[in-house]
Structures are given as structure tokens and as C-alpha cells.
């Protein structure tokens, strides 16, 4: 797992642990078409093998991950998915859905080495808007959860990785 804030080199730094795979895929969770992101996705891909298979998943990352086979597995990242998420018609109880249930479940035995990209929500200040708050516990929770099943966790901060896990 690799963690930060927007554009602190955490999927950059996924792209380099995963650099020594023969085999690697990037599930992407990014569905915007806004300028800004479609250029961020595009400095991203200038990083990737030719040979490197890219999903576009905004929803489903549990099936998603169903196909992938073998080698490493980026899935970049669970801050978009969440937005997805919330944003769409996803059925929440409290912080979770059946969506991040059957990911997180996914998890438990995956596919393949899976290196989940994810942003640190949780720095700065408390928004008064509900939504924004909800949307922050979702992901602090999930984070959380994700965690917990990694065997190595990452924070980039600057570019700069420290281990935590």
C-alpha cells in the first residue's frame, strides 16, 4: 500500500515497486474527463512498459482484479473510487458499501501482487460540509482497512517514501 496527498509521488512511487515485474497491470479508478486529470493520467502512462495492461474501473475493482493474471497489480487509487462511489449509486451502510466489501474481500486472496494506490485525507482541517466529511471517513476507513491486510505500507510526503509497515 502507498499512501499521501494529491501529487505527492505516491503513484509514482507504486510504478517504481512494481518495476521489476515482468507482468503488470494498472487498474485505474480515474473517470473524470476534466483537463487536469486527463493530464495527470498521461504523465502516469508516460511511466508505464509498453507491454503494461491498464483497466479503466471506476466501480467494480473486485472484478477488476478478476482480470488480471499474474504479476503485479497497481490499482491507482482508492481516493477516486470512493468519489465514484459516493458520487454514484452505491447502496452505503455507515462507511462501506458492497463494493468496497468485495474489494477489501479481494484482498484477502488476491490475484496477484496488488500494490493499492490510496490518498491521506486526514492532515488537514474538517470541512463544515456533510458530504466532504462523510467522503473523508469513508476513505480514512477504508485506508484503514486496507492497512491492516498489506504486507509493506508506504506515506510519500515530496516524493519521498518512508516505510511504516
Same mark, same amino acid.
Given at each position: %500500500?502507498?499512501?499521501?496527498?494529491? @501529487?505527492?509521488?505516491? =503513484?509514482?512511487?507504486?510504478?517504481?515497486?512494481?518495476?521489476?515485474?515482468?507482468?503488470?497491470?494498472?487498474?485505474? +479508478?480515474?473517470?473524470?474527463?476534466?483537463?487536469?486529470? /486527463?493530464?495527470?493520467?498521461?504523465? #502516469?502512462?508516460?511511466?508505464?512498459?509498453?507491454?503494461? *495492461?491498464?483497466?479503466?474501473?471506476?466501480?467494480?475493482?473486485?472484478?477488476?482484479?478478476?482480470?488480471?493474471?499474474?504479476?503485479?497489480?497497481?490499482?491507482?487509487?482508492?481516493?477516486?473510487?470512493? =468519489?465514484? /462511489? +459516493?458520487?454514484?449509486?452505491?447502496?452505503?451502510?455507515?462507511?462501506?458499501?458492497?463494493?468496497?466489501?468485495?474489494?477489501?474481500?479481494?484482498?484477502?486472496?488476491?490475484?496477484? *501482487?496488488?500494490?493499492?494506490?490510496?490518498? *491521506?485525507?486526514? %492532515?488537514?482541517? =474538517?470541512?463544515?460540509?456533510?458530504?466532504?466529511?462523510?467522503?473523508?471517513?469513508?476513505?480514512?476507513?477504508?485506508?484503514? @482497512?486496507?492497512?491492516?491486510?498489506?504486507?509493506?505500507? #508506504? /506515506?510519500?510526503? =515530496?516524493?519521498?517514501?518512508?516505510?511504516?509497515?
Amino acid at each position: %500500500m502507498v499512501i499521501g496527498g494529491w @501529487r505527492s509521488g505516491a =503513484s509514482a512511487f507504486a510504478l517504481k515497486l512494481a518495476q521489476d515485474w515482468e507482468r503488470k497491470t494498472i487498474v485505474s +479508478t480515474q473517470t473524470s474527463t476534466e483537463a487536469d486529470v /486527463l493530464e495527470h493520467i498521461a504523465l #502516469y502512462q508516460k511511466g508505464l512498459d509498453d507491454g503494461c *495492461e491498464t483497466i479503466v474501473e471506476g466501480f467494480d475493482l473486485a472484478r477488476a482484479l478478476d482480470k488480471v493474471r499474474g504479476g503485479v497489480c497497481i490499482v491507482d487509487d482508492l481516493g477516486a473510487w470512493v =468519489s465514484n /462511489l +459516493t458520487n454514484g449509486s452505491s447502496r452505503f451502510a455507515g462507511e462501506t458499501c458492497p463494493e468496497i466489501e468485495a474489494f477489501v474481500g479481494k484482498l484477502r486472496l488476491p490475484p496477484c *501482487e496488488v500494490i493499492v494506490v490510496t490518498r *491521506e485525507l486526514g %492532515m488537514g482541517l =474538517s470541512s463544515e460540509r456533510i458530504a466532504e466529511r462523510r467522503y473523508r471517513d469513508v476513505v480514512g476507513r477504508l485506508n484503514q @482497512r486496507v492497512a491492516a491486510l498489506a504486507a509493506s505500507v #508506504y /506515506l510519500c510526503v =515530496s516524493g519521498l517514501p518512508l516505510k511504516l509497515k
